[in-house]
């Protein structure tokens, strides 16, 4: 079974800065996927970035990157120039490759505020 | 186009009354998945319908919890004799069912067990 771990329940970033979130996760798969998901207090789920694992490369969307590290397990999300409208949850969710889709395991979520 | 839509916004029953909660996929997704999210928790995968195959059922908590898709479009996620545990707020999503597309997700559902 795959597990997810977010060990930042909270963070906060002042506006027009950087913050990087966390995310490891265990898996034996070879083959998966990776994303971060963003729910405003609207509570609708917003995809924000992909990763898939068979490439070396970073995925980036505009001020969002991540730092994938396949053999420490390591997908971490950078927000850059933070603005008030990042404020959110913030999950990372794994996906093993499979014909057709399969479900998404998520970590339980932190917590960003981006403070004016 | 309509985007993943989820009624009602909020539920609130008595504990043992039996609850349905309803999701209507974007039109032409064949899959489509139901998840639960507590209070300070991620998502948890609940149920996953795929076309015309057997549903994926391997996530729902007890046998107090049943979906169905009719028609391979609207599905129904009932919980009978509703514990205060399954208070929760539940999301369904929808995808194109190929290889690793995007999940759309809807507003959610939030279920409170008096």
């Known amino acids: 079974a795959q597990t997810v771990t977010q060990s930042q329940p909270e963070m906060s970033v002042q506006e027009a800065e950087t913050v990087t979130l966390s995310c490891t996760y265990d898996?034996?798969?070879?083959?998966?996927?990776l994303f971060w998901y963003k729910q405003p207090p609207s509570r609708q789920m917003i995809l924000v970035i992909r990763?898939?694992?068979?490439?070396?490369q970073n995925a980036t969307e505009n001020r969002f990157s991540v730092n994938f590290q396949k053999a420490a397990k390591s997908f971490s999300l950078k927000i850059s120039d933070s603005q008030l409208g990042d404020t959110a949850m913030y999950f990372c969710a794994f996906m093993k490759r499979h014909s057709g889709n399969t479900p998404l395991v998520f970590g339980k979520g932190t917590r960003l505020s981006v403070i004016a | 186009g309509a985007g993943v839509s989820q009624s009602p916004s909020n539920k609130v029953t008595e504990k043992g009354k039996d609850v349905e909660l309803r999701c209507d996929p974007i039109?032409?997704?064949?899959?489509l998945y139901w998840y639960r999210q507590s209070l300070g928790q991620g998502l948890e995968f609940l149920i996953y319908?795929?076309?015309?195959?057997?549903?994926?059922k391997s996530g729902l908590p007890s046998d107090r919890f049943s979906a169905e898709r009719t028609g391979g479009s609207v599905s129904t996620l009932t919980i009978q004799r509703t514990q205060q545990e399954d208070s929760a707020v539940y999301l369904c999503a929808s995808s194109k069912g190929q290889d690793v597309d995007e999940q759309y997700f809807g507003p959610g559902t939030r279920l409170t067990v008096t």
């Open positions: 039109s032409g997704h064949t899959a």
């Open positions: 319908f795929q076309g015309n195959s057997a549903p994926d």
């Open positions: 898996t034996s798969e070879n083959n998966y996927y």
């Open positions: 990763q898939e694992a068979y490439k070396q």
